[in-house]
T-cell receptor
Framework: DADVTQTPRNRITKTGKRIMLECSQTKGHDRMYWYRQDPGLGLRLIYYSFDVKDINKGEISDGYSVSRQAQAKFSLSLESAIPNQTALYFC??????????FGPGTRLLVL | DQQVKQNSPSLSVQEGRISILNCDYT??????FLWYKKYPAEGPTFLIS?????DKNEDGRFTVFLNKSAKHLSLHIVPSQPGDSAVYFCAASAWSGAGSYQLTFGKGTKLSVIP
């Protein structure tokens, strides 16, 4: 079984809809992250969390919110999706300092 | 302002030859550097890393070199294999306070190894 799982793997939604992307991990890590990848732009950090009570904004948090329901679960919400949020979204975890381990990604298309 | 730069979007190499992927950075506070490899439809996977106190780290066919004075690092793959064909991301880490390290990623280089 994968250490970091993301659901759904693919999602098509319409402008204005609220959607949630979910991430679960079995690595026992405290730290979890959400990134988005756009063609030619690499990975950019949206939000991160160091434990259940800790939530921090990343580089591009506008239009997104997160919830850390448990040590193993970290969800990303788009309250009102817009087309420029079409991207590949990755969840990642880390147990210590620097090395992060990524999930398989969620491909989101906002029409 | 891009703090981690991978100036070559793509690279093609013959199987068996050396692949050299380059990365430049501007933030002198970066103290740890990582390379990730990404296949289509999969998440990035950690490949190799190097601390700023070292100038070389090896792991099998993969070697990362760090030149702090030039703010430059490179990943060498020898010999290159078709299975190495993927997008490679360079990432740099700096302490951002409050118990946190954050990774800053380059835009990636797509490596194609030709059989």
């Amino acid at each position: 079984d994968a250490d970091v799982t993301q659901t759904p793997r693919n999602r098509i939604t319409k402008t204005g809809k609220r959607i949630m992307l979910e991430c679960s991990q079995t690595k026992g890590h405290d730290r979890m992250y959400w990134y988005r990848q756009d063609p030619g732009l690499g990975l950019r950090l949206i939000y991160y969390s160091f434990d259940v009570k800790d939530i921090n904004k990343g580089e591009i948090s506008d239009g997104y919110s997160v919830s850390r329901q448990a040590q193993a679960k970290f969800s990303l919400s788009l309250e009102s999706a817009i087309p420029n949020q079409t991207a590949l979204y990755f969840c990642a975890t880390s147990g210590g300092f620097t090395t992060q381990y990524f999930g398989p990604g969620t491909r989101l298309l906002v029409l | 302002d891009q703090q981690v730069k991978q100036n070559s979007p793509s690279l093609s190499v013959q199987e068996g030859r050396i692949s050299i992927l380059n990365c430049d950075y501007t933030n002198s506070m970066f103290d740890y550097f990582l390379w990730y490899k990404k296949y289509p439809a999969e998440g990035p996977t950690f490949l190799i890393s190097i601390s700023s106190i070292k100038d070389k780290n090896e792991d099998g066919r993969f070697t990362v070199f760090l030149n702090k004075s030039a703010k430059h690092l490179s990943l060498h793959i020898v010999p290159s294999q078709p299975g190495d064909s993927a997008v490679y991301f360079c990432a740099a880490s700096a302490w951002s306070g409050a118990g946190s390290y954050q990774l800053t990623f380059g835009k990636g280089t797509k490596l194609s190894v030709i059989p």
